[in-house]
């Protein structure tokens, strides 16, 4: 593992000092954490330096192509004032997974984790600690040859950057409506919609802008093919609780295998919740909450943590699920989770990373 250097800034920013008006992802903080890459040297000339710009020929595949991956994770201060990560590993294991279907090069994990580490010490006082607040911290990469051929680029950046935020939804944990897209799709079979490319986050976009029009704060994507599966909400997974089992559609290749998605069934298993892994359509959610069957639903991701879906709109039919309000059990993996990440339950996965 190549030492990070460090080179701390002579400028630093005013802190936000309201930290209930944080918003999301618009803040930054002083330091970023840069390597670069290319065959000859692999991954090189790690450097945590104050934030600021990259000056780029226009001529950068990323900006051509999209050969860019990112991940998204949290840094969350404890009562004692003290910081820790949540599965940070598994993210950067994921954006390997990312990098191989995009033709990018694999990151070192603990090179990562070591950039990020020495990252989160220089801008420490910038995770905040008012309740539901954290530090979003955003991992990416990009191509950086600078060519207009559609080729695998041979030099690559890999940056992180941080920003201090509070809840990803305006109204914190009130429950989302949510639309169903029946037209536009997010992804294929054999595409990259397991992974995360900002491709599969600019494709959302226009379904989106529609959603929000028609007042729902989300899209919910059905599969490319038949167009009637459950897959995802761009910025989550989806979990619905029936009567019999909390069930979320399986990792088929088109869906994000989100973190936060694998820790709910975990805890759900913690809990004795009966969970499964399985297709399910639109159609199936309609009739089970037709026959009173459906009790909640829920969408989980890193920015989102736990969100509680309280409406959802699908070919000019609206369900309204747990009567609008947030579900007992969407309540209970809300608190389970964010008590493991705040450190005020006990971490019996051994999920957490204290910032040491
Ligand atoms: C995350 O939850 O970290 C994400 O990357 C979703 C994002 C598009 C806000």
């Known amino acids: 593992m190549v030492p990070v250097r460090v080179t701390l800034t002579q400028h630093p920013k005013e802190k936000p000092q309201d930290e209930s008006k944080l918003g999301f992802g618009v803040i930054f903080t002083d330091h970023m954490f840069v390597m670069d890459y290319n065959p000859e040297q692999g991954w ?155 491709g599969n986050y600019a494709a959302s976009i226009l379904a989106g802008d529609l959603a929000e029009k028609k007042g729902y704060s989300q899209v919910l994507w059905l599969d490319g093919r038949e167009n009637k599966y459950i897959e995802e909400v761009g910025s989550m997974n989806m979990f619905f609780k029936f009567k019999d089992a909390l069930v979320t559609p399986p990792l088929n290749g088109s869906i994000l295998g989100g973190i936060t998605r694998d820790s709910i069934l975990k805890l759900a298993q913690e809990m004795g919740v009966p969970t499964q892994e399985r297709r399910i359509t639109v159609q199936d959610v309609f009739d089970a909450a037709a026959r009173g069957e459906l009790e909640e639903a829920f969408g989980t991701g890193t920015a989102a943590v736990v969100s509680p879906v309280g409406r959802l709109m699908w070919n000019d039919r609206e369900i309204e699920i747990s009567g609008g309000e947030i579900g007992t059990l969407t309540q209970k993996f809300y608190d389970r989770l964010t008590g493991i990440q705040y450190g005020t339950e006990p971490d019996t996965l051994g999920w957490v990373v204290p910032v040491e």
């Open 44 to 198: 090189h000339d790690p450097e945590v330096k104050p934030y600021g710009p990259f000056v780029m020929d226009p001529g950068t595949v990323v900006f051509h192509y999209s050969q860019e991956i990112f991940e998204g994770m949290k840094c969350y201060r404890r009562k004692d004032g003290g910081l820790q990560l949540f599965r940070p590993r598994d993210n950067f294991a994921r954006m390997n997974r990312s990098a191989e279907r995009l033709c990018m090069p694999q990151i070192e994990i603990e090179q990562a984790m070591a950039g990020l580490m020495e990252l989160l010490k220089a801008d420490a006082d910038w995770v905040p600690s008012t309740p539901g607040t954290s530090l979003y911290i955003r991992p990416t990469m990009i191509a950086t040859d600078i060519m207009l051929g559609v080729h695998a680029s041979r030099t690559y950046r890999f940056f992180i950057i941080c920003s201090p935020s509070g809840a990803y939804y305006e109204n914190g944990l009130a429950p989302v409506g949510i639309y169903v897209e029946s037209e536009l799709v997010r992804a294929v079979r054999g595409g990259v919609g397991f992974t995360k490319t900002g």
